[in-house]
């Protein structure tokens, strides 16, 4: 989903249209070489494949933490959330930046005997980031006042929110039944995650769900370091 913001800043790229439904495509306008940078963008929602090792701010390593925090012969192990006890950062400083993403999320680790998977934690990330967008909206729409409108403009800088969720492509009709029942579990999983099993009628409904899980297999990215 291309934003305003990302087509400004890629000078140096053009957009195709989509080929086979596959997507829009990005072509370069000019040499490309190894190691340039094309876009910089916070992304809508993201977490740490391991929790345990892994800072859910900066997505430093233990390892990687240690040698900027300390020396590598003392190295400083991760803070952990004090209520979920699931979650780690480098420092309090990563902890306060991430509590507006981490805030929704604590209270469902916390209610668990151990963290669900990445999938379903990114999902549930995503689907508390658009409710929260929601429910902004609804308060400016109903004339709150002026912070209610710099609030909602807050949440939809980056162009991200419901709309940047919708316009992704899940390829539901593509998808194996095996796949789509794969995807039915995880969002059982997710529901139950995000309700602490518990009904909710604010909760989004399963379908839903179950598409939103197809549409991160299809554009989430997975970043490594060494």
Known sequence: FFT???????????????????GRRLLTTRAVRAGDLLHREAPLAAVPYDLATTCAHTFLSLTLAATTTSSAQHPTPLRRCGRCRAVRYVDRAAQAADWGAHKPECAALAACS?????????AARCLWWAGL??????????????????????????????????????????????????????????????????????????????????????????????
Do not use: K
């Open 4 to 22: 305003s913001e990302f087509l400004a800043y890629m000078a140096c790229v053009e957009v195709a249209p989509a080929i086979d439904g596959r």
């Open 133 to 226: 967008v929601g429910r902004v909206e609804q308060q400016a729409e109903q004339h709150v006042g002026r912070q209610a409108a710099l609030a909602r403009d807050r949440v939809r800088q980056g162009g991200c929110g419901t709309a940047a969720l919708d316009a992704l492509e899940s390829h539901w009709d593509d998808l194996s039944p095996a796949r789509q029942a794969l995807y039915a579990g995880l969002a059982v999983a997710t529901r139950t995650f995000m309700t602490g099993g518990g009904r909710d009628s604010a909760a989004p409904d399963l379908p839903s769900i179950a598409r939103l899980i197809a549409r991160l297999a299809v554009n989430a990215h997975t970043i490594t370091g060494g």
């Open 114 to 122: 151990a963290p669900p998977s990445p999938t379903i934690r990114l």
